[in-house]
């Protein structure tokens, strides 16, 4: 059975940083690309970021660049969202998400939540 | 990297017919064949209903089919279900080899 468990959310003041982990099992981890897509409080979905399986690369939507980065360790199955500078508006759950080839998202974890607030 | 539009509602009565339209540009959308939608319960993670435009994945009911025309693809769910009630999003690649999603649509069946 396929699992994808986020952890590492919680409440950080504006300016703050956060690191979410991603523990996936069930599936070939090392062979597949892997996303942190967003959801802020009653909205839409947002794509966060990508990174290749061998981690050779990165890919991140602009309002992150520069704050956000994605990293992997394939020896330990794990994905990670390093969060910094934090602003409010990047209060959301975050999902740790695999997919097929670098577009098809065919693997969800439940979420993990990050509120930004004072 | 602006959102994919999508209508905000959308509604049908049980058995009906309903298609949900994400418009984007020549530089997602239209440009390649790799637009994606999921289906998302409230409270639960999304779950992915068609791949590359047109495909179900395996377990995926026929009801649900996908469409493109120019920059505008197309989600068509026939024979409308109450279980169908939930929210739908459509997503595509992009020029920037990154991915976008639409606002999403909520869909109410009657």
């Known amino acids: 059975e396929v699992q994808l468990v986020e952890s590492g959310g919680g409440l950080v003041q504006p300016g703050g940083s956060l690191r979410l982990s991603c523990a996936a099992s069930g599936f070939a981890f090392r062979t597949y690309w892997m996303s942190w897509v967003r959801q802020a409080p009653g909205k839409g979905l947002e794509w966060v970021a990508n990174?290749?399986?061998?981690?050779?690369?990165?890919y991140y939507v602009d309002s992150v660049k520069g704050r956000i980065t994605i990293s992997r360790d394939n020896a330990g199955n794990s994905l990670y969202l390093q969060l910094n500078s934090l602003r409010p508006e990047d209060t959301a759950v975050y999902y740790c998400?695999?997919?097929?080839?670098?577009?098809?998202?065919?693997?969800w974890g439940q979420g993990t939540l990050v509120t930004v607030s004072s | 990297q602006s959102a994919l539009t999508q209508p905000a509602s959308a509604s049908g009565s049980p058995g009906q017919s309903i298609t949900i339209s994400c418009t984007g540009t020549?530089?997602?959308?239209?440009?390649?064949?790799?637009v994606t939608w999921y289906q998302q319960y409230p409270g639960k993670a999304p779950k992915l209903m068609i791949y590359?435009?047109?495909n179900r994945p395996s377990g995926v009911s026929n009801r649900f089919s996908g469409s493109k025309s120019g920059n505008t693809a197309s989600l068509t769910i026939t024979g409308l279900q109450a279980e169908d009630e939930a929210d739908y999003y459509c997503?595509?690649?992009?020029?920037?080899?990154?991915?976008?999603f639409g606002g999403g649509t909520k869909l109410t069946v009657l």
């Open positions: 997503c595509s690649y992009t020029s920037s080899s990154t991915l976008v």
């Open positions: 020549s530089s997602d959308v239209g440009g390649y064949n790799y």
């Open positions: 590359e435009v047109s």
């Open positions: 998400v695999g997919l097929f080839g670098n577009t098809r998202m065919i693997y």
């Open positions: 990174i290749k399986p061998d981690g050779s690369a990165e």
